[in-house]
């Protein structure tokens, strides 16, 4: 099943920042925040952060700022984030070390509940105080109850091989760091990740600098 | 400077898989390859890859399809891609590491030239084959010939402070895996890649495949 298209991708991508941010005001005794502070910290125009926050669905109150408690339930529920989402990760290798690591998912409501690697010299060691199993032993596991989302971390080669035992014990949404598009059967979800996506736009901007600074040669 | 918007960032953000598999069909003696081969790889609509390709300037050949060679040149060309972009990498934590041994960068002209870090344990390890330099040296290091692009992966509390020594540096552009809005001054360009982004677009899909099942219960 080809899904209808995400609308608000950019503004999707932006919440877990803004939610960053209200988490650390909130730590810091704030109660309620302004969208023009919101703009300043987020670099983006003030009408960009308003409509970001409208399709939380919150009630602006424009005098005194919006109430950062409520902000936080607000993006939480637009991101299907109040309900705890559990994962298995595939790759135990520095990214995915680096994903265990990652403290926000703690407030995501992220669960990472399992590791799995094929590298006998990972098998069986903790990684940030989890241990990491044998990739052969995923189906007999898992197939119980397998978690909402798998994490691909493992090379581009091994990719589509994991993704294909993912799908076979059931689990529909998978979030994939490999650099290859994954073939999987209609009602399984791939969110790809190309980190080399931000080399891509800072390629593109580099590129857009240089081309500006040439013409201005000639002014 | 607030530059201009950079539009077709999806389009952008997918040239590195397009490069990926080309590089992959190059290496298997491949010489040339359909709009609709793309398509069927990327699990994306016709139209859509064959908007992302007229982006790169290249001419179609509908018959025989695109020549393989020309498509990657065009490819690297439009992101910039076919000079050589030096980098700097703060922060050799695990995320560092994951980048370090990201092989694609080399296709891409992308090379991390030095690594820092301010952990004594790190200091002067190597990572991947690189001496981990002290922080405190970067400004003595670099000053001579600062790197095109420097690369954050250090906490999202150190960030700020790091971004400020970069920039004191003269680097222009910067490349921010921390989880915050960096403050920098016009005429710097911070491209920021907020890994649990990604999260987001999927707790968005699940919600809408939760609310479409509840829907369907009651027709």
């Not at 730590?27 to 300043?40: D, H, I, N, P, Q």
């Not at 910290?41 to 308003?50: F, K, S």
């Not at 995915?96 to 669960?111: E, I, K, Q, T």
Request: glycine letters at 10%; one cysteine or more.
């Amino acid at each position: 099943m080809r899904r209808g298209k995400i609308l608000n991708t950019p503004a999707i991508r932006r919440m877990p920042t803004y939610l960053h941010k209200l988490l650390k005001m909130r730590l810091e005794g704030k109660v309620s925040v302004s969208s023009t502070e919101l703009a300043e910290y987020m670099n983006i125009e003030l009408i960009v952060v308003r409509k970001d926050i409208a399709l939380t669905g919150i009630s602006g109150q424009r005098r005194v700022g919006y109430d950062i408690n409520e902000l936080i339930k607000y993006i939480k529920n637009y991101l299907g984030w109040q309900n705890t989402i559990s994962a298995t990760l595939i790759g135990a290798g520095s990214l995915g070390s680096a994903l265990l690591g990652y403290d926000d998912f703690n407030h995501y409501g992220f669960g990472i509940e399992s590791v799995f690697d094929s590298d006998p010299a990972k098998i069986g060691k903790e990684i940030r105080g989890r241990e990491v199993f044998d990739i052969d032993s995923i189906e007999s596991r898992l197939k119980n109850a397998p978690p909402d989302v798998a994490v691909i971390c493992v090379s581009s080669a091994a990719a589509q091989q994991v993704a294909d035992r993912l799908v076979a014990l059931g689990i529909k949404y998978i979030w994939s760091f490999a650099n290859v598009a994954l073939q999987v059967p209609p009602g399984v979800v791939v969110q790809r990740e190309v980190i080399a996506g931000g080399l891509a736009m800072l390629g593109v901007r580099m590129k857009l600098d240089r081309d500006h600074d040439t013409g201005t040669a000639f002014d």
